[in-house]
């Protein structure tokens, strides 16, 4: 990087975040923390039985209760529409909509709303709600035979003839893996404010994609998208459970319009883990064969997740079955069970996550099988292309990868037998495995306003969830317009700016900074088209090609000094602004086409000449206490091919943020239910366990990665997904280096030790 250049803290510098300071100081507004005028405070209530219909519901002593306005249950419904599915081309996460009838499909289900002044007398009069209920026989796991299973078409592969091919390996394993249920346990809890007035609906919510929350409000309501504004200028968290409204935020609507007034909603931390969904819960069965040389001749993969009674969700667990290595054979088929739960949605690596959990702990299987070190084992099957879509990689430093972090952990000193490696009363285990993520894209607009002063706004609807999207815009505006970009500001997360799409499947970053990129370099062709026209410009008359941008003023390439800076060029312009919409939409498409593209995921695209991922190789260290069975973490170390890195830093972060995601996943995450009426026992987090400080060791994240023009238009590669892929299995693998014992079953406790 050039020293000037690095000078404007552009593309590529590590540069703080340009959020950082108004959240450590408590400046950055949140959705919830917005405080309208007359608002009021609504208290969702949930229902306690898993299957059935509701048979009384007695609100009087709570419409009594001070303070109470109004208590909306299907007694006294308020209509609200069914929404479109984002399998439909929609973008609502479950199709379901609350207080429209009587009917209960699981345990903790929003079913009623009480409205009061404050919250604390809402929360006391929705306690005095009586209900009772007819139950049914309920579906609790997705392995009850009862439970209706569907074949989720869309990821089944058929590569080659697994079964001709696994009949004639020499050897073969077949195990079973399993992950259970798992929540997002974000800081910010669901919350949003509703705000009816004019015929418009504004709503405060914190969103992973305002166009979304845009267009599944509108359709709840029966109104224009145009009548409908969010605005979401910081989100507290999501991994993925935030990327669209749920029935708590229809309630808080349809309670405005009727009130005419505010209303603030805000689930407490219990009724998060059923007012939304989390991970489901997944097994699957992989079956192995290889030639007695160590080449992969077949894989044999069936999957299953749980899914709600009325909307389909695949946790596809084939995701990464056939890309990872070289096998040539490959049947997998992958099912959802319906049952009494909560539609589950997105968590971090979605699909890619316990895909890699079951693959990669059946490489350490099949290695151990034919007493091959791991390593050497997964570098024996490396696939120079695709096998799945029989396309070349866009780029593949995966062996850089696997070489780099292998060499950083030490893993020659790596001894191959179970329980050869101890200090003291710990068994030591070292475990690795390999990570990926596919790259999307999908068109996004913004706005760049030159201020009279010569101050510069970047604006985008794409939201910051934060991974740090407003410092990369500002970066990439500095780029191309070579001002510092710690003097750019940035206003991102609200329906009233330029369109763009969801911050999800780690795309958003590479989305925003190519609009970004284009729209600063109109602006760039715009202040010297005005420098060489206005008479007053000491550059007037000079031929384009003759002018250059640079250091933030408009100069002649052979005298430097011949400038105009951009507060000078705004003096000259005839407009308090100067303004450029542009970005990475097909020239041509329709405003209407526009809208559409950003309001569902039907857009989403991947290169079609070629397989784009990101890449990792994930080393793990453990310590078993030989006595007790404790399993503690003791080095993280990986290496990540992202292609180019727009910001080091704050790559890093999510890197190493996701591989303490993985560490909790492998060690303490999991939904406890209760066989007997479907609650989350542990609904809260005393009792879910998330990894904390105690729990993480030292983390080494390593950058291998070069530009990928192949994938995106400014060479980036997924980032926030990748670091939690393979790392349970990384952990799973180590332990049974260590114990001798495998646990194919997550998290990995005490109590499946020392079974």
Not at 129 to 153: C, F, G, Q
Not at 345 to 367: K, T
Not at 573 to 585: K, M, Y
Not at 712 to 738: C, Q, R
Request: negative net charge; proline residues 5%; aromatic residues 6%.
């Amino acid at each position: 990087m050039s020293e000037t250049k690095n000078s404007y803290q552009a593309l590529g510098a590590k540069r703080d975040r340009g959020d950082g300071v108004v959240k450590v100081t408590g400046k950055a507004a949140y959705a919830y923390e917005h405080q309208p005028e007359n608002a009021a405070y609504g208290v969702v209530i949930q229902s306690t039985v898993p299957s059935g219909r509701i048979v009384r519901m007695e609100t009087e002593k709570a419409r009594q209760a001070p303070g109470v306005i109004e208590v909306y249950t299907h007694l006294n419904s308020l209509k609200i529409n069914k929404p479109t599915a984002i399998a439909d081309g929609g973008a609502a996460q479950s199709t379901y909509t609350p207080i429209q009838d009587d009917k209960i499909i699981h345990n903790g289900q929003n079913i009623g709303l009480v409205v009061a002044e404050t919250f604390e007398q809402a929360t006391h009069a929705a306690s005095l709600v009586e209900v009772e209920y007819e139950t049914t026989p309920a579906l609790i796991y997705p392995d009850d035979p009862a439970a209706k299973r569907k074949e989720n078409e869309s990821s089944n592969i058929d590569l080659g003839n697994a079964q001709q091919a696994m009949a004639q390996a020499e050897v073969k394993i077949k195990s079973h893996y399993t992950t259970p249920r798992e929540y997002n346990m974000p800081m910010e809890l669901h919350a949003c404010i509703a705000s009816w007035q004019d015929g418009k609906m504004t709503v405060w919510e914190p969103s992973q994609w305002v166009m979304g929350a845009q267009q599944e409000i509108s359709e709840w309501l029966g109104i224009d998208k145009r009548q409908v504004h969010i605005i979401s200028p910081y989100v507290g968290g999501g991994f993925g459970s935030k990327p669209v409204p749920y029935t708590h935020v229809a309630l808080a609507c349809v309670a405005s319009r009727a009130l005419n007034r505010p209303v603030k909603v805000e689930l407490t931390r219990p009724q998060t883990f059923t007012g939304l969904g989390g991970r489901p819960a997944t097994m699957q069965t992989l079956e192995m064969g290889a030639s007695r040389d160590g080449k992969i001749l077949a894989i044999q993969h069936e999957g299953l997740s749980d899914t709600s009674l009325i909307d389909t969700f695949a946790e596809a667990t084939n995701k990464v079955t056939a890309r990872l290595y070289a096998v040539p054979n490959v049947y997998s088929r992958h099912y959802v069970a319906a049952i009494n739960t909560v539609t589950p949605g997105w968590m971090r690596a979605p699909g890619e996550n316990p895909s890699a959990f079951g693959l990669e702990v059946a490489m350490d299987e099949m290695a151990y099988a034919l007493n091959i070190d791991p390593l050497a084992f997964r570098l024996r099957n490396w696939a120079d292309h695709d096998y799945q879509k029989d396309k070349p990689w866009s780029t593949r430093r995966l062996k850089e990868a696997y070489a780099a972090a292998a060499e950083a952990f030490g893993w020659e000193k790596r001894s191959m037998a179970p329980r050869s490696m101890r200090e003291g009363r710990e068994l030591i285990g070292w475990g690795m495995a390999t990570a990926t993520y596919p790259v999307s894209n999908q068109p996004a607009e913004a706005k760049l306003i030159f201020h009279s002063d010569g101050s510069l706004v970047v604006q985008s609807a794409g939201a910051d969830i934060g991974t740090g999207t407003y410092t990369i815009l500002a970066q990439t505006a500095a780029e191309v317009l070579q001002i510092p970009s710690e003097s750019i500001r940035v206003e991102l997360g609200d329906t009233s700016l330029p369109r763009a799409g969801v911050a999800g499947g780690s795309q958003l970053a590479g989305n925003l900074t190519a609009a970004v990129n284009r729209t600063a370099e109109a602006m760039r062709s715009k202040l010297v088209a005005l420098a060489v026209a206005h008479p007053k410009s000491p550059l007037f008359q000079l031929d384009k090609q003759q002018v250059v941008v640079q250091d933030g003023a408009v100069r002649t390439a052979l005298r430097p000094g011949k400038a105009i800076d951009f507060a000078g060029l705004m003096k000259l312009h005839d407009a308090p602004t100067l303004e450029v919409i542009s970005g990475t939409f097909n020239e041509g498409l329709s405003q209407a086409d526009r809208d559409e593209a950003v309001h569902s995921m039907e857009s989403m695209s991947r290169p079609e000449a070629v397989s784009a991922h990101s890449w990792g190789a994930q080393f793990v260290e453990v310590r078993v206490d030989e006595d007790f069975g404790t399993v503690r973490v003791k080095r993280l170390v990986s290496a990540f091919d992202s292609g180019r890195l727009y910001n080091p830093k704050l790559a890093r972060s999510q890197w190493i943020g996701g591989m303490v995601m993985g560490l909790g996943q492998a060690l303490l995450e999991g939904g406890h239910i209760d066989p007997r009426n479907a609650r989350i026992v542990n609904n809260n987090l005393a009792d879910y366990l998330v990894a904390v400080n105690a729990d993480v060791p030292e983390v080494i994240a390593i950058d291998v990665g070069e530009p990928d023009y192949h994938a995106t238009l400014m060479g980036g590669k997924a980032v926030g997904e990748l670091g939690i892929v393979g790392m349970a299995a990384a952990i799973s693998n180590a332990v049974f280096h260590a114990t001798g014992k495998r646990i194919r079953d997550l998290p990995i406790s005490l109590d499946k030790l020392i079974d």
